[in-house]
């Protein structure tokens, strides 16, 4: 048993003093050391033919897998360990917490960039670090590219060209999941573009997070495809093509999915918010699946209707959306399917995220008293919450 002597002669080790933010910087100053190490032996492996016998197609590819690190990481570690001769002063302010590994990087990328250009002036280390000791490593990137346009205008052209030459945009499909991925390399001007598109529409929805950006790309696509906006041979207009039996599109127990072109298979509910606002072609198939009759498109809500629609609701009616009537599909509140009408007070404007939220969110929008209208969230719910309001 301690006297009281003995607790008030007790000291509290330093480590256990410190304030969160204050470990966590000393914990940035040891990590500095483990990647300027980790950089050295990087540069080491790649200068020799080691990654041959593993069958690998790159030192930088090799890193990558068995290092488990993305293609850029490996990269960038490697960028900095060939450099380290270069660049003595970034090295140690590193390695006292000054500078950080992303500063060393860009530090290393752009010394390799001035040497390759043959009009560029001698790469100044003292005069750029300064610049890195006063800059958030995103900040110093952004001095850094101002250098080298000023240093090589004529290679940072040629650069923006090979960017826009090579930019890609990939799209595959989970065959399990049916989930759709989208991966893409875009140049400068054209990122800012697609941001510049996005962005608004996202904040219009709330928090600017990943998901509201995928809400305004898919927003951005229905735009143009309700509107014609998507450029197409001859003189039909675009139109996403969706097969389905009449079985489905009612919910019917045991009823197959529908066929989405240019995609997996998709659920009822799918179909019959899809089915609220379209052009309908009954295609009839015999028992071998032979087509026998194809009648006439016929628009659920007709133009007329879609017009007076436009004019009374004006944008999405889902209380706080103000997106235009442009961005909306006619909603029916009580579905064509299930014997809802046409007529004007069946109908609602809904942007394509509200409308989803009723149909495959199970959401509930009603017309009240006077016309306001009033949404219910689902009542029940298993696993995750169901998303909310917006």
């Known amino acids: 048993m301690l006297a009281t002597q003995d607790v008030c002669d007790f000291e509290v080790p330093e ?72 660049l003595p002063n970034t090295v ?24 390759l250009s043959p009009t560029a002036k001698v790469f100044d280390e003292q005069r750029l670090l300064a610049k890195a000791l006063d800059n958030t490593v995103g900040k110093f990137h952004h001095i850094c590219r101002h250098l080298r346009h000023a240093a090589d205008p004529k290679g940072y052209v040629a650069n923006e060209a090979d960017l826009v030459e090579n930019r890609s945009l990939r799209i595959s499909t989970d065959e399990d999941s049916g989930a759709v991925f989208l991966s893409g390399v875009f140049d400068s001007e054209s990122g800012a573009v697609i941001r510049t598109v996005l962005e608004p529409l996202a904040r219009r929805s709330g928090a600017d997070d990943e998901r509201r950006m995928a ?3 898919v927003d951005v696509a229905w735009h143009h495809l309700d509107n014609g906006l998507v450029p197409q041979n ?39 918010r899809l089915a609220c606002d379209c052009s309908i072609t009954r295609i009839l198939l015999n028992s071998d699946s032979m087509v026998i009759d194809v009648g006439r498109a016929k628009r659920v809500i007709s133009g007329p209707a879609r017009k007076a629609l436009n004019a009374r609701d004006q944008h999405c009616v889902w209380p706080g959306c103000d997106r235009p009537a ?7 509140l009580k579905h064509w399917i299930h014997g809802g009408t046409t007529d004007l007070p069946n109908l609602a404007l809904l942007c394509y995220r509200h409308h989803w939220m009723v149909h495959e969110g199970n959401w509930q929008i009603l017309r009240g008293d006077g016309g306001r209208m009033m949404t219910i969230p689902p009542t029940v719910t298993f696993g995750p919450s169901p998303r909310g309001p917006d």
């Open 326 to 332: 442009s961005w909306t599909s006619g909603h029916h």
């Open 215 to 217: 809400d305004a790309l």
């Open 15 to 86: 480590e256990d003093l410190r304030t969160p933010g204050e470990k966590l910087i000393a914990d940035a100053k040891a990590l500095s050391f483990l990647q300027l190490l980790f950089a050295k032996r990087a540069a080491e492996f790649a200068a020799t033919e080691e990654y041959e016998e593993w069958g690998a197609t790159t030192p930088i590819d090799w890193i990558r897998i068995h290092c488990h690190l993305t293609g850029p990481q490996a990269a960038n570690y490697v960028a900095a360990g060939e450099h380290f001769d270069e």
């Open 92 to 115: 140690v302010a590193m390695a006292e917490g000054k500078v950080g590994f992303g500063h060393l990087v860009v530090m290393a990328r752009t010394s390799n960039a001035l040497a």
């Open 234 to 272: 001859g003189s039909q207009r675009t139109h996403l093509q969706v097969t389905t039996s009449l079985e489905t599109l009612k919910a019917l127990d045991g009823a197959p999915a529908a066929e989405l072109e240019f995609s997996l298979p998709i659920s009822a509910k799918a179909v019959e």
